[in-house]
T-cell receptor, first 118, second 109 residues
Framework: DAGVIQSPRHEVTEMGQEVTLRCKPISGHNSLFWYRQTMMRGLELLIYFNNNVPIDDSGMPEDRFSAKMPNASFSTLKIQPSEPRDSAVYFC????????????????FGSGTRLTVV | ELKVEQNPLFLSMQEGKNYTIYCNYSTTSDRLYWYRQDPGKSLESLFVLLSNGAVKQEGRLMASLDTKARLSTLHITAAVHDLSATYFCAVFLVSKLTFGTGTRLQVTL
């Protein structure tokens, strides 16, 4: 298995531009999570999906952020318009559902997207 | 709101020495995970602790969980340079993982 695949690996954009981050979870995993990592705030959960349905988006910082999961193999995190304070590493992770044994395996993380907004 | 705290935040230790990283959390949970992150890399799962008193060991690392004290420890035995990384604990509650602040470990010769 190729693991959780994120693209792009690096993104540099100008303030005000739209940014779209992409994630392909591990096949068979039906829970997907978006995290943001910064030096100041550490690892923060932004949103997570179960069976393609958003369950908890309380970590999404503001309306400029949106996430979708149109099918079991693809998710996007969009920032529009982007601001310099959005600069961070964004991780996507996937896991089995709890009833499938998620507790025993935890989450598998992608390689992350390093976003720089100038 | 669940709070997960680790200490120390930074640890510089000599090769061959032993040390322990502590992870305290504020709300009862019986599931805790440890991850490792190398600079510029993703998070790698190290241990899954699923019950009170659980102990897992892999090489020079040993993790334990005390759910009553809401405490997990990651013990490093005879550190080697390859263990230099940032270590995170993460508590599973309400279907999601909340991460600790991380402990940056630097092992020196």
């Amino acid at each position: 298995d190729a693991g959780v695949i994120q693209s792009p690996r690096h993104e540099v954009t100008e303030m005000g531009q739209e940014v779209t981050l992409r994630c392909k979870p591990i096949s068979g995993h039906n829970s997907l999570f978006w995290y943001r990592q910064t030096m100041m705030r550490g690892l923060e959960l932004l949103i997570y999906f179960n069976n393609n349905v958003p369950i908890d988006d309380s970590g999404m910082p503001e309306d400029r952020f949106s996430a979708k999961m149109p099918n079991a193999s693809f998710s996007t995190l969009k920032i529009q318009p982007s601001e310099p304070r959005d600069s961070a590493v964004y991780f996507c992770a996937s896991s089995l559902a709890v009833w499938q044994g998620a507790a025993s395996y935890g989450y598998t993380f992608g390689s992350g997207t390093r976003l720089t907004v100038v | 709101e669940l709070k997960v705290e680790q200490n120390p935040l930074f640890l510089s230790m000599q090769e061959g020495k032993n040390y322990t990283i502590y992870c305290n959390y504020s709300t009862t949970s019986d599931r805790l995970y440890w991850y490792r992150q190398d600079p510029g890399k993703s998070l790698e799962s190290l241990f899954v602790l699923l019950s009170n008193g659980a102990v897992k060991q892999e090489g020079r690392l040993m993790a334990s969980l005390d759910t009553k004290a809401r405490l997990s420890t990651l013990h490093i035995t005879a550190a080697v340079h390859d263990l230099s990384a940032t270590y995170f604990c993460a508590v599973f509650l309400v279907s999601k993982l909340t991460f600790g602040t991380g402990t940056r470990l630097q092992v020196t010769l």
